[in-house]
């Protein structure tokens, strides 16, 4: 089956492979470096430079791919964005665009190990380059802490160690079985005709879906707060929190979850920008995040090093009060209004109609908007007490400036 | 109000100016929910040195100011913050500086009407107070503080200012710790007075709205305000030799592996005439650095770039470059060898194929960005800069021709080349 989402709202046509199997850790080096040694020669194509010129005279299509974790789910993403064939005047562009992909994924009847090598080494560059975006380094470090030992604490795009021991031999092996036991699902969007479709299921046979829990269930008792702190030559103290909040998506309190963390950090209305930002002038930025498929939520901010213990201290009373105060009628109102502007303003976005799309399959339910809507309108302050009183302190990590 | 329908691209811009100067333009994209709304000055970390049009005399201010002002501009006579009021009306609020204008804007899918008066309000309200301006001194602090430790920004302006000796371009646009503790209250309504005037303004508006409607409400809005009319704001820019201030720099930070920024500082132009130059640089740039370019695999080969290379054009007021940047083990020789196929690209016989197919696809990337209210809202407004409507651009683009891009070329001078360096600091880490 093919997920279609037709409309004429944009210039452009998407076409999305998304090929999913169960994550396992001792994959991830093979499945984040695949899309990029595919792009080094096809059958078709020699070099790369064949393979990207080809892209150029497709009226500068990009071809985008990436691999992440949805749940327990590892999925490689495919994207082909073309312009609308229609104002391209180009009426072969889509065909022309979908036999290319074909070639990417499929036409590879030799590897050669010095593109592997050298895309080998590429890739270890850009995941020890990371670590130079101190925000984003200091919260894989909160999850390398707080998850250890589950899936979700594993690096997704593999560690540098896993992606120097990964041989010639071993991803030859591994792409045949990718190519043998991943499923793989379509989505077309934009201005698609049924031509288009019928095109697409000849030149994808094998594409299918099936819906299944991908919820990651993992967790663990926490009986103290972990705190890890760790220093680097920064001048500005990265603080993370995490939380245990063991309520998945389809769980009765999932939408109030979702309420109670934009009511604490998720948005500019919310309790920790206004507080820990405004009122303190502790912070540029601090914010929650809710993440439904596993059932943590985290807290990250950059803070005055000077100041850290403060800020520390008015984030834990802003958590505690969230936990055990009643919000008001008129707080709550203000956080489902801007979920509700979010849910409305992302079916204005290709790429977040077609993810939509695909995680709704995923689950086996397809609510429409007006239903979604209606469910985040029912909840009361009452319900994100329920929350609150599920929320469990994990870990801290600091990344502090040299003392 | 004047209309424009462009055919080829389905879409319609209305234009209209006030009697106080104010000028408003207006996308609809009727099949959207939502609506996209900026309300722009020309004000930006360039302008430090004006005229005051109230005193007629010439004013230096420290750097940082417009970005500052950005920020103070949210606070309101009333002790309510304007970011959070937006919020009550359901919508996204946001500001951003840049080098040459200031933007405060919405995104939203209901009460419109309301969160466009309300923006046109607070930004048409100036509040400072000296208790005010401290407490937001910490806060800009903070945000310079978390730029200071991007690598990439440090690069960014590290080389900016090798090339620029006097230009504005080489300050960061939130100006630094230091200067933006200068910064008082007088100052900034000496700032706001100067550059928050309608006739330097304009408001987009692209989305899902009744251009009538929404004219006639701005219009009743501004005709309350009793502005009195205001001669054009002189601005003073300082003036750029044709030389670089330095050919090499280098900085230690905590990265993993050495950072290159290469830059060439090229002669500027202005209006169409700029826009049409920063076109065909970025062609010229994409026919010999593109991934599909012998020079991208000759390095990419010999493990002297990867995957974060990069190069781009920067055009602003009376300046003009082009510049890579890039992770490398060796920095010194990507340097001499970027420097060797820069200086090759003079003499270079440029191939009409390769010249059409970069045109083709130019084309397609402008088209593709046609996708969001965002990116048309931003590059409409970034257009206007250089005087240009955005659904002219392919016609700009197809005007090119390889005259053009030889003409660049030459203007490449290896004595206006300069590179600047970010090493790795060895970090101390400790787990407690």
């Known amino acids: ?403 | 109000m004047e209309k424009v329908y462009y055919a080829h691209l389905n879409e319609t811009v209305y234009q209209h100016t006030l009697a106080n100067g104010l000028q408003v333009y207006m996308i609809p994209k009727n099949d959207f929910h939502k609506v996209f709304a900026t309300f722009t000055t020309h004000y930006g970390s360039f302008d430090q040195s004006f005229i005051s049009p109230k005193t007629g005399k010439k004013v230096n201010q420290p750097e940082g100011i417009a970005h500052f002002l950005e920020h103070k501009m949210f606070s309101m006579p009333d002790k309510t913050d304007a970011f959070e009021t937006l919020s009550k009306f359901g919508v996204n609020a946001n500001a951003y500086t840049n080098f040459d204008r200031t933007s405060y804007l919405f995104s939203g899918t209901k009460n419109i009407e309301s969160a466009l008066t309300y923006l046109l309000d607070f930004v048409q309200t100036p509040y400072f107070t000296v208790k005010s301006v401290k407490k937001e001194q910490g806060i800009i602090a903070e945000e310079l503080r978390m730029y200071a430790d991007y690598p990439n920004q440090r690069l960014f302006y590290g080389l900016l200012q090798n090339l620029y000796q006097k230009h504005p371009i080489h300050v960061e646009i939130g100006g630094t710790v230091e200067s933006i503790h200068k910064i008082t209250a007088k100052k900034l309504y000496d700032a706001y007075e100067t550059f928050y005037h309608p006739s330097n303004m304009e408001v987009v508006l692209v989305g899902n709205f009744d251009p009538e409607a929404m004219v006639q409400l701005i219009e009743d809005n501004q005709s309350k305000k009793g502005y009195s009319k205001q001669d054009p704001i002189q601005r003073f820019m300082p003036k750029e030799p044709k030389a670089i201030r330095t050919s090499h720099a280098e900085i230690e930070m905590p990265v993993v592996m050495p950072k290159l920024g290469l830059g060439v500082k090229l002669t500027p132009s202005s209006g169409k005439e700029a826009l049409k130059k920063d076109i065909a640089l970025a062609i010229l740039m994409d026919m010999y650095f593109s991934n599909s370019t012998k020079n991208y695999q000759q390095l990419l080969q010999s493990r002297l770039i990867n995957e974060s290379f990069e190069y781009t054009s920067i055009e602003e007021e009376n300046a003009f470059t082009m510049a890579f940047f890039g992770d490398t083990v060796d920095p010194t020789l990507l340097k001499s060898r970027l420097t060797q196929m820069i200086l090759a690209l003079k003499r270079q016989k440029h191939d009409p194929v390769v010249f059409e197919r970069h045109k083709k696809s130019t084309l397609g990337s402008f088209v593709m960005s046609l996708n969001s209210l965002e990116s048309i809202s931003m590059g409409f407004t970034n257009y206007l800069a250089n005087g240009v409507s955005m659904f002219e651009v392919p016609e700009i683009i197809e005007s090119i021709t390889l005259k053009d891009i030889q003409a660049i070329a030459k203007d490449i001078q290896p004595k206006r080349i300069s590179s600047f360096v970010v090493m790795p600091a060895k970090a101390q880490k400790a787990s407690v």
């Open chain 1, 1 to 403: 089956m093919i997920l279609i989402d037709q409309t004429k709202k944009f210039k452009t046509v998407l076409i999305t492979l998304k090929f999913k199997r169960v994550a396992k850790v001792d994959e991830f080096a093979f499945r984040t470096l695949l899309p990029s040694v595919l792009r080094t020669k096809t059958n078709l194509y020699k070099n790369r430079q064949q393979f990207n010129e080809k892209l150029e005279s497709l009226y500068g299509a990009s071809l985008t791919s990436n691999t992440n974790k949805t749940g327990i789910l590892s999925i490689i993403h495919v994207q082909l964005k073309l312009v609308n064939p229609t104002l391209a005047l180009d009426a072969s562009l889509f065909e022309e665009g979908l036999n290319f992909l074909k070639e990417y994924i499929y036409g590879h009847n030799t590897f050669n190990e010095k593109d592997f090598e050298l895309e080998k080494s590429l890739l270890i560059e850009e995941v020890v380059a990371k670590e130079n975006d101190k925000t984003r380094f200091a919260l894989t470090r909160l999850f390398e802490e707080m998850c250890a030992n589950e899936l979700y604490g594993a690096r997704v795009s593999g560690t540098k160690a896993q992606l120097e021991a990964l041989t010639f031999k071993q991803f030859k092996k591994m792409y045949k079985d990718f190519i043998q036991k991943d499923e793989l699902q379509i989505i077309l969007s934009g201005d698609v005709t049924p031509e288009n479709v019928a095109l697409t299921q000849r030149v994808f046979p094998n594409a299918s879906f099936s819906a299944m829990d991908f919820l990651d269930y993992e967790t663990k008792a926490v009986n103290t707060v972990t705190e890890i702190v760790e220093h680097d030559k920064i001048s500005q103290t990265k603080l993370n929190i995490g939380y245990r909040l063991p309520i998945r998506q389809g769980d009765p309190k999932h939408v109030a979850a979702v309420l109670f963390n934009a009511a604490l950090g998720g948005y500019v209305h919310s309790r920790l920008f206004l507080n820990v930002r405004e009122k303190h002038s502790l912070c540029y930025y601090v914010s929650s995040v809710y993440d439904a498929y596993k059932g943590i939520m985290f807290i990250y901010s950059g803070v005055d090093a000077k100041r850290l213990d403060l800020a520390k201290k008015v984030i834990d009373e802003e958590v505690k009060r969230m936990c055990t105060e009643r919000i008001s009628e008129k707080e709550l109102a203000l956080s489902k209004q801007a979920l509700i502007n979010d849910l409305k303003e992302s079916e204005d976005s290709q790429g977040a109609r077609q993810n939509l799309m695909y995680i709704q399959m995923l689950l086996g339910k397809t609510p429409t908007l007006a239903e979604r809507i209606e469910k985040i309108e029912q909840v009361t302050p009452d319900d994100l007490l329920e929350v609150g009183k599920l929320l469990l302190k994990d870990t801290v990590y600091l990344l502090d400036v040299e003392r």
